[in-house]
């Protein structure tokens, strides 16, 4: 049997949590299956309700009949496929889940330069899977660099997302069509130059989430990114419209 303050340290745990995993780009259905096992695995029974923004939780102790319940705000935090691994194999007492738990989550994040290294080479190799030469390789390569590091600090300070899609896809396929100066593959530059802002993730987390139920959240998380793919294009077209028009 917990007593009421017990109840309440659970409860604020198991919000931070799910929270934590559905800021990190987990699925609903891991999110609500992972937070009930926690819950289980410290003694309580755990109705979980998730949405775009928020979560709800109720929490029960069966043995004393005590519900205690609570709204958390979902935080944006950056995709990380290692975190929500491992905050996903958690299940101990909850003096020794808290620790481990607040372990993985100040754990240093994988350095932004190395990053920005391997999105570069990504978006490179695409450029000459899809027949770039080797000049308009470079010319990609160098071109992710500038607009992901735009991203990068642009989310830095804060400025709205959809706002820092657009302002990235344009500098990198502007940079990208520096390939029109040297005849080189010049369609494929501008074009793989943008690959890397695509929202993979929450693409394959709206299905997931239709597929299996959670039909308003899948929505949302589909609209969100057909939202982000317009921005890109909106950046990338702001770029055709002032190479073809000659205006640079």
């Not at 302002?167 to 530059?189: C, K, L, Q, R």
Request: aromatic fraction near 8%; charge should be neutral; charged fraction near 15%.
């Amino acid at each position: 049997m917990k007593s009421e303050a017990e109840l309440k340290a659970v409860t604020q745990f198991v919000a931070e949590y799910a929270t934590r995993l559905m800021g990190s780009g987990v699925h609903t259905s891991r999110v609500v299956r992972n937070t009930k096992r926690l819950g289980e695995a410290l003694g309580v029974r755990v109705m979980v309700s998730a949405f775009q923004k928020v979560v709800t939780f109720s929490v029960y102790d069966d043995e004393s009949g005590r519900v205690y319940s609570e709204v958390a705000d979902i935080p944006p935090l950056p995709i990380s496929f290692e975190l929500n691994s491992e905050l996903c194999d958690l299940s101990l007492p909850l003096a020794e889940i808290r620790r481990r738990y607040d372990e993985i989550v100040a754990r240093p994040r994988l350095d932004p330069i190395f990053t920005l290294i391997l999105v570069g080479l990504a978006n490179a190799s695409f450029c000459r899977l899809f027949g770039g030469e080797w000049c308009a390789v470079g010319i990609v390569f160098t071109a992710t660099l500038l607009g992901f590091y735009l991203k990068q600090r642009m989310q830095a300070k804060g400025f709205n997302h959809y706002v820092i899609f657009i302002a990235s896809a344009f500098a990198a396929s502007m940079y990208a069509s520096v390939a029109m100066i040297f005849d080189t593959t010049s369609e494929v530059a501008i074009a793989t130059s943008v690959l890397s802002l695509i929202p993979g993730v929450p693409l394959i987390n709206g299905v997931i989430d239709i597929v299996e139920g959670h039909v308003l959240n899948g929505i949302a998380r589909l609209t969100s990114a057909l939202m982000l793919i317009v921005c890109i294009a909106v950046g990338l077209s702001c770029t055709l419209m002032i190479v073809k028009n000659g205006l640079l």
